[in-house]
């Protein structure tokens, strides 16, 4: 029954419309997430640090921390961005690390961000889609993600890619985005990202509709007990979350199975 109720859960939130950044244009989501984050590429990292008053710096260290007794040699960061993660995961000593990401923006900005780094021999920025990663099967130790699954096209086939690109029992680490369960703190949150989040992304940005599209998505998406049922369902085996600051971001990690 229990197992019945979950199933009936996520597929509600797979029936649900999408949320893109641009309702008027028809294009895909996925061409849509491409040219909000090209338009936003040079304003993104302070706009980000502004609004989160810099906790995602410690959430990112939360990530590495993870990694960093599994001493992962090849870690792929899929929607890296402007490469903040890939950069600090180069703490775990892992010999080859991979951002990508859709955006060349984005892309661009990390690179010169990594050309002034002690790490830029040994991480690689590229565009890739989750949907279709260009390495073989079973090649990374381990795979991240920081605030990207949400803007996944398919989230299903993005999760089975990665799957397909880690090795038998290799990890999957999420940062995401999650609405904190308490309801005092709750309603701080919903205002917050309704109204404070789009008004600094308009003051600082080109686009009035990313920065709403960012919080909009932020709530839509599934997190906790949620999100561990669709990386089940995807054939992710021990699976957690682990909320941070109390309940604003949780972080997923998950393996693949052994074969």
């Known amino acids: 029954m229990k197992s019945q109720w979950f199933s009936f859960i996520i597929s509600l939130h797979m029936n649900k419309k999408q949320v893109v950044p641009y309702e008027v244009k028809k294009n895909s989501k996925k061409i849509q997430i491409r040219q909000m984050f090209d338009g936003i590429s040079t304003q993104y990292d302070m706009i980000n640090r502004i609004i989160s008053g810099g906790v ?5 260290k939360n990530v590495v921390a993870l990694l960093v007794p599994k001493k992962p040699q090849k870690i792929l960061d899929v929607a890296t961005g402007t490469g903040d993660l890939a950069v600090a995961l180069a703490k775990t000593k892992a010999t080859e690390i991979v951002g990508i990401d859709i955006s060349k923006g984005m892309l661009d900005v990390g ?54 690109v880690l090795r038998p029992g290799g990890d999957l680490i999420i940062l995401e985005t999650a609405v904190p369960q308490k309801i005092i703190l709750r309603k701080f949150y919903n205002f917050y990202t ?13 686009d009035k509709y990313a920065y709403q599209y960012l919080s909009d998505s932020a709530n839509a998406f599934p997190f906790g007990k949620a999100f561990n049922n669709i990386l089940a369902k995807n054939g ?24």
Do not use: C
């Open 56 to 60: 995602d710096v410690k959430w990112r």
């Open 194 to 206: 309704h109204f404070i989040i789009p008004f600094i992304g308009w003051v600082f940005s080109n």
């Open 111 to 164: 690179k010169k961000k990594i050309k002034k780094s002690q790490w830029h021999k040994k991480i690689k920025m590229e565009i890739g889609d989750s949907e279709k990663i260009s390495y073989p099967a079973n090649y990374f130790d381990a795979v991240t993600v920081a605030f990207g699954v949400r803007n996944f096209e398919n989230l299903d086939k993005g999760l089975l890619e990665i799957q397909r």
């Open 236 to 259: 992710f085996i021990e699976i957690e979350d682990i909320p941070q600051s109390l309940g604003v971001a949780s972080i997923y990690r998950a393996k693949k199975p052994n074969q």
